[in-house]
């Protein structure tokens, strides 16, 4: 059994930033892709961003140049760094990962809030 648990979260004013920060549990070395989904209030869940181990990055079109989603130097870690926060960006934000040999776990969720 393997798990994601997510740090970082909060409330911040628009034009603000937040980093979000997520651990793999310590049997699951072999992370192959890491990132960030994220679900507003009535809304599906949607990505924000992923990294893979080869450093890959994708982005939603929403947060690109505001968003960087990186790995730690210990590969079952990932960090988002989010600047510029918008109240459109209020949302749980899920982190993600998945391996071959786990197949796809998600953390159990951190709450961002933007006000104006």
């Known amino acids: 059994q393997v798990q994601l648990v997510e740090s970082g979260g909060g409330s911040v004013q628009a034009g603000g930033s937040l980093r979000l920060s997520c651990v793999g549990s310590?049997?699951?070395?072999?992370?192959?892709?890491m990132g960030w989904h994220r679900q507003a209030p009535g809304k599906e869940r949607e990505l924000v961003a992923i990294?893979?181990?080869?450093?890959?990055?994708e982005y939603a079109d929403s947060v690109k140049g505001r968003f960087t989603v990186s790995r730690g130097a210990a590969r079952n870690t990932v960090f988002l760094h989010m600047n510029n926060l918008q109240p459109e960006d209020t949302a749980v934000y899920y982190c993600y990962g998945w391996s071959t040999g786990f197949g796809q776990h998600w953390g159990q969720g951190t709450q961002v809030t933007v006000s104006t």
């Open positions: 310590e049997n699951w070395f072999s992370i192959t892709t």
């Open positions: 990294v893979t181990s080869g450093d890959i990055t």
